[in-house]
DNA sequence: TCCCTTGCCGAAACCGGTTTCGGAGATGAA
DNA sequence: TTCATCTCCGAAACCGGTTTCGGCAAGGGA
């Protein structure tokens, strides 16, 4: 069924059929009406290889998801792409995906570009020094960036606003009596990582307090990697009573070495992490965590990235979304212990600025 | 960069390259060698749309997933993708991937179909009764099942063989000193609920043993669908002291119901399951499950499409993978104590036949 | 009445490849 | 030398669309 079948059915030619379907304007509206209903009655659908290739583009939408050994689970991965193909389904788009081990990432760009398999991409888990803008935009090929940071100027991006989810976490904290709050963050090198560690200093920071450095760890995103930077600052001289993860993965493994110190996760250590991951309702107590709707995130970002090719400015084309607090049982404190001894001082008060 | 330019380059006609390119054995040796010598020094690359549209072929193999809210969590879903993908791309083809509701992904099989999106499609977890084949047939569409069963004939298809898994999993059992062994089953209808079943009971068969009807579960795809068979069977009159799971995720939900009936995991009670969910080793005691190598699978899978839709009859691409046992705490049972009575009599041993 | 717009469609070029067909030149046999 | 055969490449059609261009006919103004 192509298009001069349409045409010859109604005795036009296809030129003539494909400016009606296109919505130009020369044609009458008596026509455009006729070729529509005579296109669907016959179920004729343009071929996306055809229109590829004069109109130079195939309506498909790039991703390349970089395998990480270390971080290969993603528990997300499915709705996200549900999103996405929701997102592109809408306009009869399509999803195309490629992965490519964690630094080899260019040779995958590279040939998706030239083989034209995708008209632009989505760019998962952007980073701070992040090579793939450079090459894309070399390449002059559009694309929408997931997650935001001060370097992406003149990107298109849409972010989940993981920052304000960690400053409420610190006034979440704060107010439940915590003063020694610790952070333990996620892979270093990811804009997601600085954002959240900003957000939590920024809660704090507003609240009067100051994040101590003593209580900062790095670069945990695993459960193991969890289970170290708990333990190291459960055994520090002035423990902190609550922990701030920026990863769930990360703060399931807090509840080990705790317990293994005779504190209760809960009860005398609260936790709050980020990301949602269904397997936190299954801590005892359940992870309280920062939820976020990767299914909308990945509609939002396909449409973007589909005005992005239709030739939106980047600029236009900013976003965020929140997350959502599950106020879940490993958050709550009921300082019925004091491990640390009584009258541990209280975090330090903030200096002069900011 | 287009075949015009690198035959302007060779002071040839662009056919004459394009079968220069593609082997046609009415060129001539060194014609061919200078051609493809300066093809690549200009660094051109065939556009797929513009083969695609003579040939036929968009060297692309689609992949629907089915968004299933009850059982959204595929924590393999990254690395099957990635197997796919380096199968893919190791012949230049790409992988589309669409999503649709676990009931109607008929429609996107259509639109992929029709607007010739992929060449052919990879089908994972078969179902008994799919209504994919049928569609896909009726339309001429090649595609390779993930999963066999015994009304797959005239289909290509790759299997992890659970079955034999399942088949070891009984015998390991049963040396260990278990006779009530007892089955919990994941979603009816997908071809490896059945596969699964099928080996464990074999196996027990050749050692003599049935299994008890009674000790049966079914539909277990979750970790709380898990904790309700659990405690159903540890409750009976006579409980088992092994329980096999046909997936991780429901075998994971065993460790709370049988903590609360003072049964300890790994000691009092031997649990199995199998897909080598890598949330399993962070039990206490680990899981022991039968382990699948999803990448390796998915290259395969990736591999058998390429050459069905390039002509290879679909009774020649068969093949299966064995799944590898990682025998992990929860399969030890040390007998230590025995919550059914003393006494309890072994599983029924089966009577004449097989 | 004549000319100039305007609306609307046909014709044909075009996109970047693939494939068919035919013929020029070399080769070999008669 | 002549004719048939092969080898190898050019020319052109083709795939299924999109886009440009030109022209016919109707409508409007002078």
Redesign the pocket.
């Known amino acids: 069924m ?3 079948d349409v045409a010859a059915e109604l ?6 059929v ?2 009606a ?2 919505d130009y304007p ?4 008596g ?1 455009r009406l006729r070729a529509r209903r005579v296109a669907d009655r016959l179920g004729y659908r ?2 996306g290889s ?2 590829a ?3 130079g583009r195939c309506r498909a939408i790039g991703l390349v998801l970089e395998t990480d050994e270390h971080d290969a689970h993603r528990p997300f991965l499915d709705l996200f792409l549900a999103g996405l193909s929701d997102g592109a389904a809408a306009q009869s788009w399509t999803l195309t995906v490629a992965t490519a081990p964690v630094g080899a990432a260019r040779e995958t760009y590279q040939r998706l570009i030239e083989e034209r398999k995708a008209d632009g991409f989505v760019l998962p888990r952007t980073r701070l020094e992040d090579p793939r803008v450079e090459l894309l935009r070399a390449s002059d090929v559009p694309f929408v960036l997931f997650g935001r940071h001060k370097t992406t100027e003149g990107c298109a991006w849409f972010d989940v606003d993981g920052a304000d989810a960690m400053r409420q976490t610190a006034h979440t904290l704060v107010a439940r009596g915590h003063r020694r709050i610790a952070y333990v963050g996620g892979s270093p090198g990811y804009a997601y990582n600085g954002e959240r560690h900003a957000g939590l200093v920024h809660g704090l920071a507003e609240k009067g307090l100051a994040l101590d450095p003593k209580l900062v760890r790095h670069g945990a995103n695993s459960r193991a990697a969890g289970e170290a930077a708990t333990a190291e600052l459960l055994d520090l001289a002035h423990p902190p009573t609550a922990i701030v993860f920026a990863v769930d993965r990360a703060a399931l493994g807090a509840w080990r070495p705790a317990e293994a110190r005779g504190r209760l996760v809960g009860r005398d250590l609260a936790v709050v992490a980020y990301d949602g991951d269904p397997e936190g309702a299954y801590a005892e107590p359940p992870l309280a965590t920062w939820a976020v709707d990767w299914g909308r995130a990945g509609t939002v970002l396909a449409e973007m990235l589909i005005k992005r090719v239709l030739g939106t400015p980047a600029e236009d084309l900013r976003d965020t979304m929140p997350a959502q607090f599950l106020d879940r049982g490993s958050a709550s404190f009921q300082q019925s212990s004091d491990p640390a001894g009584s009258g541990a001082e209280n975090q330090s008060h903030m200096g002069g600025d900011s």
Do not use: V
């Not at 005795?11 to 003539?16: C, P, R, S």
């Open positions: 192509t298009i001069s005795g036009l030619t296809k030129g003539t494909s400016r379907l296109n020369d044609i009458a509206e026509t343009p071929l055809a229109q290739i004069r109109t």
